[in-house]
C-alpha cells in the first residue's frame, strides 16, 4: 500500500486585527524584505525624532514595541528601551535586540506616573480598540517636558483605500492586519492629548516613491538577497492616510 501524502496545514484566517497574527508571523519582524518591511522603515522615521537623552538613563518607553525594531535606531542616543506588548512571541525577540521588555496593555501600563522622559506609539493606536485610553497611558507616563512621539493612520476614505484595500494586497503589509473601523482621527487624536497636557504637532508621511517602486521591484525579481537599501519615509502635505506626531507634556 502507498504512504498516503502528508497532510499540509492551511494557515489559519484570523479576523481582522486579531494580535494572534503577530504570533503566525513572528518569523517575519526581523526579515528587511519581509511582511513587516515598512515596519522597519517607519521606525527609522519616528526614532529620528527623539533626540539624545539629556541625562543618564532616562526611560524611553515603547508602547507596542512589537520585536522592538525601534532599538537599532535608539543607540547612542543614551535611553533606557522599555518596551510594552501584549505579544509575548514578538517580546523575546525585542528582548533579544536589548529591550527591556514587559508583556501588558498599552491601555494600562504598570509602570509610575511620569517615569518616561520618551513615550512612543508607533503603528500601535490603529489596533488598540480604545486607542483614548492607550493615549492617556502615553501621556500620563510622560514626565513634565517630556516627548510624544507616534505614528498611525487616520480614520479616511483614502487611509482604508491605500492601507488597505491596495496596502495589503503588496508585500509591505500583511493582509488582515488592520481592521479599519480602528484607524485613527486626526484632530480627535491632537484634542485627545492635548486633554492630557500633550501639545500633539502632526505631519503626513508616506514612503518615497521610487525608492518603494525599486524595493517592490528587487523583492518581486526575488533573487534571494536583501534589498540594497531601505525607502525612506518623507513629510507629505496631507495627514490623510498615515501621519506621526510629536509633542512635549507640558509642566
Ligand atoms: C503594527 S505592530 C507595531 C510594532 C512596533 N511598534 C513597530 O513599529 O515595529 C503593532 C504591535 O502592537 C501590539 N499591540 C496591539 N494592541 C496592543 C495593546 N492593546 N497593547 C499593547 N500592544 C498591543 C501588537 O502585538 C504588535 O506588536
Not at 523575546?92 to 518616561?116: N, S
Not at 517636558?145 to 498611525?152: A, E, K, Q, R
Not at 484595500?165 to 485613527?184: A, K, N, Q, S, W
Not at 526575488?222 to 498615515?242: C, H, Q
Request: charged share 25%.
Amino acid at each position: 500500500m502507498r504512504d498516503a501524502a502528508p497532510v499540509s496545514t492551511p494557515p489559519r484566517v484570523l479576523p481582522p486585527n486579531d494580535p494572534r497574527q503577530y504570533d503566525d508571523l513572528a518569523g517575519e519582524w526581523w526579515r528587511p524584505d519581509g511582511a513587516f518591511a515598512m515596519l522597519h522603515w517607519l521606525a527609522r522615521a519616528r526614532a529620528a525624532m527623539v533626540p539624545p537623552a539629556s541625562e543618564r538613563d532616562a526611560l524611553l518607553v515603547d508602547l507596542g514595541c512589537g520585536a522592538g525594531l525601534l532599538a537599532p535606531h535608539l543607540a547612542g542616543k543614551g535611553y533606557r528601551h522599555i518596551g510594552v506588548d501584549l505579544t509575548r512571541s514578538a517580546l523575546d525577540q525585542a528582548a533579544a535586540h536589548g529591550v527591556t521588555v514587559i508583556q501588558g496593555d498599552a491601555t494600562a501600563v504598570p509602570l509610575a506616573d511620569g517615569c518616561a522622559a520618551v513615550v512612543s506609539a508607533g503603528e500601535l493606536l490603529e489596533h488598540v480598540p480604545n486607542w483614548r485610553r492607550a493615549v492617556a497611558e502615553a501621556c500620563r507616563l510622560l514626565r513634565p517636558g517630556g516627548l510624544l512621539v507616534l505614528d498611525t493612520l487616520n480614520d479616511t476614505l483614502l487611509a482604508r483605500l491605500v492601507a488597505v484595500e491596495l496596502g495589503e494586497r503588496l508585500p509591505t503589509v500583511p493582509r488582515g492586519i488592520h481592521d479599519p473601523r480602528l484607524f485613527v482621527d486626526a484632530r480627535a487624536l491632537v484634542a485627545e492629548c492635548a486633554r492630557h497636557g500633550v501639545a500633539l504637532r502632526l505631519r503626513g508621511v508616506r514612503p518615497e516613491l521610487g525608492g518603494t517602486v525599486a524595493w517592490l521591484w528587487r523583492r518581486w525579481r526575488g533573487d534571494g538577497r536583501p534589498t540594497r537599501r531601505e525607502p525612506r519615509i518623507v513629510p507629505t502635505r496631507s495627514t490623510a492616510v498615515l501621519y506621526q506626531g510629536r509633542g512635549h507634556r507640558s509642566g
